[in-house]
């Protein structure tokens, strides 16, 4: 995989990610942690104090930086920064809509910072669940795809299916998935209608990456999975670790909804940690046939998708 930012553009990407931060008298102290852990352990530039940096304006980051998906990984990068002002201003979305503009850049994640503000968290809700409803099928196990449980009996079923992985030797992607359900006390897929099938596949990831479901888990799995490939479908899911666990916006019987987890200590470094780990990875193991390989131990999987060890 690749790092998009090559270590030339560094300089200037982080004084622009300063500058989309340097509005209402500065960064936050969370925007400026969240963006010197991601100088550091992302592009693993601690040389770079942004605290004496010279923001870059939008006109001179755009002139720099030509490449597309480079521009695509900075705005996302952008977005990541704005989300983490709290509470979100309106000098923090006019700032971040300046450096898309100097890109020729608009989207829905765009659209949803700017109904956040004027709307509350009713409509940038509705905007990112018109997004995920977009990308649903490609978010739900291969081999499940189109057949989430219909009726009790379905759902019986896929309990009980998974329920048979713990039975496989400890160790095992299968019994190490059930092990992940249980120590958390969340239920199977199955056992509970507030957990689809959707969630086997999320959740098997949690287990090859080596994130836990703690908020700050959630959003590294997010940024992991986007830094492996930059897809749109992973673009979604990043948007809404973000939307539960740092807007605090989206939630369910199982997801409680949290503002400010990137705050927390240590969740900065984690969360940079994960890009640099997915750009490490020699394939994309979000997207494999996760039941396919329930019988091959956790670390053979993890050498199959050329997985980094945890670093924070």
């Not at 040389?47 to 923001?55: R, V």
């Not at 640099?276 to 996760?290: I, L, N, V």
């Amino acid at each position: 995989m690749t790092r998009l930012i090559d270590n030339a553009h560094v300089d200037i990407i982080s004084r622009g990610l300063l500058g989309a931060v340097d509005v209402d008298g500065g960064p936050t102290d969370e925007q400026r942690r969240i963006l010197q852990a991601i100088v550091a352990g992302y592009w693993e530039r601690p040389d770079i104090d942004l605290t004496s940096a010279n923001p870059a304006g939008p006109d001179e980051v755009a002139i720099v930086l030509t490449d597309d998906d480079a521009r695509e990984r900075f705005h996302e990068l952008l977005v990541l920064c704005e989300l983490t002002r709290h509470p979100l201003t309106p000098a923090q979305v006019q700032r971040v809509e300046a450096y898309a503009a100097a890109f020729g850049a608009d989207g829905p994640d765009l659209q949803m910072t700017r109904d956040l503000l004027e709307q509350g968290a009713a409509g940038a809700r509705h905007d990112y669940l018109r997004l995920l409803h977009a990308a649903q099928s490609e978010l739900e196990e291969p081999s499940l795809r189109g057949q989430e449980p219909a009726d009790a009996d379905e759902n019986r079923a896929l309990a009980a299916r998974l329920r048979a992985l713990q039975d496989l030797p400890a160790g095992t992607l299968g019994h190490e998935f059930v092990a992940y359900y249980d120590r958390n006390g969340i239920p199977l897929p199955g056992e509970d209608p507030d957990m689809p099938a959707v969630y086997i596949a999320h959740d098997m990831n949690h287990v090859i990456s080596g994130y836990e479901p703690t908020g700050q888990g959630e959003i590294a799995l997010g940024a992991m999975q986007l830094a492996m490939t930059g897809s749109h479908v992973h673009w979604v899911s990043f948007l809404g670790n973000l939307a539960v666990h740092e807007v605090g916006i989206i939630g369910n019987a199982h997801l409680t909804p949290k503002e400010a987890t990137l705050a927390r200590e240590g969740a900065p470094e984690l969360v940079a940690d994960a890009f640099r780990r997915g750009t490490q990875c020699t394939a994309d193991f979000s997207t494999a046939d996760h039941l396919s390989l329930v019988e091959l131990t956790v670390e053979q999987v993890r050498e199959q998708f050329g997985v980094p060890p945890l670093g924070v």
